[in-house]
């Protein structure tokens, strides 16, 4: 017999469980995207899933385009650290608001940038997968020229700011 208490517990059980998964989510992200790994990468959204940054690819097979064809854009390596999650479940659907601070190469020369996530996830079939990947720049540029409030080199990323 199931009283008020357990289902509590339960509830409260699978929204633990539920917030570590999306955290997993993230890291599973940086290492899929650091690596290369496409087909792991587009395991992670959605068959109709956006990544809205960049560029703007929608669906599997347009975003694994985009994500692979990163080199030929000058952004040759990358190391994505994401931190601060904020994440407002409700059910099977949560934003999670994140920071991101990514040293890079781009052009063979080294670089760095920061923004911030603001990332759509859903829960089907029992795990969670982003439907929206939304990444806003605070500045992306030389690392040598060091680093402030909208200093953009990559004019990709300028028109991925951060907006007031």
Known sequence: MTTPADTTLAHRITRLEDLEA????????????????????????TDD??????AHPRGKSEMRTFFAGLADTGLTSFW???????????????????FLWQPCVTDGVASIAAGRYTDEVVKLDGRWLYRVKQVRFHFFGPLEKGWDENLFAVESARAAAVRP
């Open 22 to 45: 999306i955290r997993s989510l993230d890291a599973r992200y940086c290492r899929h995207l650091d690596d290369g790994n496409w087909d792991g990468l587009m395991d992670l959204f």
């Open 49 to 54: 899933g956006e990544f809205d940054g960049l």
């Open 80 to 98: 994505h650290f994401i931190t601060n999650l904020d994440i407002e479940l409700d059910g099977d659907h949560a934003t999670v608001h994140s």
